[in-house]
């Protein structure tokens, strides 16, 4: 199981980036999927999530701004961020876990965001 984020960078608040996540070889096929972030000194938020279905939910604090979607042919999930704010630096994570288990089981290995002033 391998899962491979891109995408990430420095921004000017107000900007916008994409993220993406390759997945390689994950059982089950079509996993729940997500984008979590941390900042320094903070928790881990879980920021966007989709389920096998398509259907997404979001933080409160991004939504409107990031939309999360996948390409299961190319087998890569996105996170679309538009009018980043000062809040949202952190390192983001792609996630994936079986849908009928509550906690992700696998991770990347994060794709840092900045965005300055």
């Known amino acids: 199981v391998q899962l491979v984020e891109s995408g990430g960078g420095s921004v000017q608040a107000g900007g916008s980036l994409r993220l993406s996540c390759t997945v390689n070889?994950?059982?089950?096929?079509?996993?729940?999927m997500g984008w979590l972030r941390q900042a320094p000194g903070k928790e881990l938020e879980g920021v966007a999530h989709?389920?096998?279905?398509?259907?997404?939910r979001y933080a409160d604090s991004v939504k409107g701004r990031f939309t999360i979607s996948k390409d299961n042919a190319k087998n890569t999930l996105y996170l679309q961020m538009k009018s980043l704010k000062p809040e949202d630096p952190a390192m983001y994570y792609c996630?994936?876990?079986?849908?009928?288990?509550?906690?992700?089981?696998?991770w990347g290995q994060g794709t840092l965001v900045t965005v300055s002033t």
């Open positions: 070889i994950i059982t089950p096929a079509n996993p729940c």
């Open positions: 989709i389920d096998r279905n398509g259907n997404t």
């Open positions: 996630a994936a876990r079986p849908c009928w288990v509550e906690q992700y089981a696998y």
